[in-house]
């Protein structure tokens, strides 16, 4: 099941975020996952690296800060897997999950097998994104491996509102205060929120290069499921999104950290599945229409209200704890990424307990900036 559940007791139009707690990582390690994710994000690198990892020369000195604030919070949250010895500038990471070790000198391009921002990027499962510190929030590059329908060269040199300008403008409140946070967010601070959507497809990397098959899978399917089906096939992707202020350069980490899980798990506990159907009837049409819902719409929801008729005794999932922010944690699965757009269930692995995500609402927006 999902590590986080963005689904509250209502729609959320707003940014629906807040600030990440001093217990909090920076990057979440989803261990179930991590070996295949991150060897599916090198094999994509390495068969297309200009279609995921774009750093322009005005990066340079921004790529060694995330590469120093993104190790050091896998080394203090993760110390059994990850550790870095330090003698000055000269650094040796160990990465135990992968039972690797890199040696490199702090600042010295030339120390390491790649720039540092791409050798980062590898070592977690997060999407690194960089915004500059302008008043338009440029988006300057970065390494974006797993995007829901956009890609880098695409959108570099966007400004924050072009970058949104087809989003559904019943959450453009939501964008117009995001934008506002982010020009104000001071370092220290990480502001973060969760955002979701379903898809007909556990395909992680949904790059703009693969809309087309992706777009005609889902029109061709879409008529063609009925609440059997809708239960089998559609995922609930959903996007732990980081956003932190660099202390040197002042540019903004965008971290985006995807996580899928089939309809059919999350379903098999009662109240995920009641705040799922609550949250989408409640949804405006332009939202279900963004996240592709309404053709699937009258299925989808005779799945769940048969789900939530059934007696509570023929409920098979597991127990989760469900705040009233929606946001919380859960014993981890899902499925395993995939580079084909088949659908395919879901594992169930049973997993440490993790972070409590975040909660909602612009409140928590607010605290990321004082
Ligand atoms: C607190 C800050 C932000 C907020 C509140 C926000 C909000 C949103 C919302 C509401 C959507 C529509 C999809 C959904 O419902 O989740 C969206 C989509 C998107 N956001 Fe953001 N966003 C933020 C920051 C960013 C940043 C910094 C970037 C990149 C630099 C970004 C890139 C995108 C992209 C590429 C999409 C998809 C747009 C499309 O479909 O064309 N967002 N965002």
């Given amino acids: 099941m999902l590590r986080f559940f963005p689904f509250g007791e209502h729609f959320e139009p707003g940014m629906a975020g807040r600030s990440l707690s001093e217990g909090e990582p920076l990057v979440d390690v989803d261990e179930a996952h991590y070996a295949p994710e991150i060897a599916l994000k090198r094999a994509l690198l390495a068969q297309a690296q200009r279609d995921y990892f774009l750093a322009p020369a005005e990066l340079a000195p921004a790529q060694w800060e995330v590469l120093e604030l993104v190790s050091s919070d896998l080394v203090r949250r993760y110390p059994e897997w990850f550790s870095l010895e330090r003698d000055g500038e000269r650094c040796c990471f160990h990465n135990r999950l992968l039972s690797e070790e890199t040696r490199f000198v702090l600042g010295d391009a030339s120390s390491l097998p790649l720039e540092p921002l791409d050798w980062i990027g590898r070592q977690v499962q997060e999407d690194l994104v960089l915004v500059r510190a302008d008043a338009r929030g440029t988006l300057v590059g970065g390494q974006l491996c797993f995007p829901n329908s956009w890609d880098l060269p695409e959108r570099a040199g966007s400004s924050y509102l072009a970058i949104h300008q087809r989003t559904p403008g019943s959450t453009m409140v939501g964008v117009h205060a995001g934008g506002r946070l982010l020009q104000a967010l001071k370092p220290?601070?990480?502001?973060?929120?969760?955002?979701?959507?379903?898809?007909?497809?556990?395909?992680?990397?949904?790059?703009?290069?693969?809309?087309?098959?992706?777009?005609?899978?889902?029109?061709?399917?879409?008529?063609?499921?009925?609440?059997?089906?809708?239960?089998?096939?559609?995922?609930?992707?959903?996007?732990?999104?980081?956003?932190?202020?660099?202390?040197?350069?002042?540019?903004?980490?965008?971290?985006?950290?995807?996580?899928?899980?089939?309809?059919?798990?999350?379903?098999?506990?009662?109240?995920?599945?009641?705040?799922?159907?609550?949250?989408?009837?409640?949804?405006?049409?332009?939202?279900?229409?963004?996240?592709?819902?309404?053709?699937?719409?009258?299925?989808?929801?005779?799945?769940?209200?048969?789900?939530?008729?059934?007696?509570?005794?023929q409920h098979d999932g597991s127990a989760v704890t469900t705040s009233a922010s929606g946001y919380q944690t859960g014993p981890n699965s899902g499925p395993r990424p995939s580079v084909a757009s088949s659908p395919a269930s879901a594992n169930s692995e049973p997993m440490p307990p993790s972070t409590s995500a975040c909660s909602s609402g612009l409140d928590g927006a607010k605290r990321a900036v004082r």
């Fill in 188 to 313: 220290q601070r990480t502001f973060c929120r969760i955002g979701w959507n379903f898809k007909l497809s556990n395909q992680l990397d949904l790059s703009t290069k693969h809309l087309p098959a992706y777009l005609a899978h889902a029109a061709a399917r879409s008529p063609e499921l009925d609440a059997a089906g809708v239960a089998r096939e559609l995922f609930i992707r959903i996007e732990r999104q980081t956003f932190t202020r660099l202390t040197r350069s002042q540019h903004v980490l965008f971290g985006i950290h995807t996580y899928l899980s089939a309809l059919e798990a999350e379903a098999q506990d009662p109240e995920r599945a009641r705040r799922i159907l609550q949250v989408v009837t409640e949804a405006p049409d332009d939202v279900k229409r963004y996240k592709a819902i309404l053709p699937l719409e009258a299925a989808f929801r005779a799945y769940l209200e048969g789900k939530l008729q059934r007696p509570p005794s």
